[in-house]
């Protein structure tokens, strides 16, 4: 049973770091591309960065040279470090998994992506 439990999330002021992450169960993170998602109040959820099983990483434009997405094979579990944080970037973020993964581009859902709980990431200006 695939699952996805995602932690790290919380408040910090604009300009400061967070790191989430996304522990999955029932499938292997470096098999299939995974991303991050997030959605804000009142706004459609959006792609925030995807990573190939071959590693290759695809950023959403508001996103690059601020967060990065990894992922680590032993202990199944794929992360996003958030720099540089923005108010912005205030949103409910979701790691899923089994999405569309092109260079360039970000991650697209399907039908049958697997999706987290969400963790909120809040920043204050």
């Known amino acids: 049973q695939v699952q996805l439990v995602e932690s790290g999330g919380g408040s910090v002021q604009a300009g400061g770091s967070l790191r989430v992450s996304c522990a999955a169960s029932g499938f292997r993170v470096s098999s299939i591309c995974m991303g991050w998602f997030r959605q804000a109040p009142g706004k459609e959820r959006e792609g925030v960065v995807g990573i190939r099983s071959d590693g290759i990483p695809s950023y959403a434009d508001s996103v690059k040279g601020r967060f990065t997405i990894s992922r680590d094979s032993a202990k199944n579990t794929v992360y996003l470090e958030m720099n540089s944080l923005k108010p912005e970037d205030t949103a409910m973020y979701y790691c899923?998994?089994?999405?569309?993964?092109?260079?360039?581009?970000?991650?697209?859902?399907?039908?049958?992506?697997?999706w987290g709980q969400g963790t909120q990431v809040t920043v204050s200006s």
């Open positions: 899923a998994a089994h999405l569309t993964c092109s260079v360039g581009s970000v991650p697209i859902a399907l039908s049958d992506t697997a």
